[in-house]
């Protein structure tokens, strides 16, 4: 995953194996490769980053599957917890 491994907290191996399966099984589901959806990560970061002083330790962003709101099955959702330390100087 590369770029996004410093970002996260140390986990064990079998923990990262199974967000790596999350992320294979998500992106496959939504017809978007592992490597798209990195990229999507990537650029998520990237463009807070130039508003906000993030904190890089506490960041978890996810893809997942959640039940459509029309209730005919289940659509990739990206769900981001990005704990802010304060917004850059101009940016307000």
Known sequence: MGFMDAFFRKRSSG???????????????????PDTMEMIKNDIIQVISKYMEIDTQGL?????QTASEGGNGNVPAIYANIPIKEMKKGSR
Do not use: E, H, P, Y
């Open 15 to 33: 923990s990262k194996a199974k967000d790596r399966l999350k992320l294979v099984l998500v992106s496959d589901r939504a017809n978007c490769s």
């Open 60 to 64: 978890d962003i996810q893809i997942t």
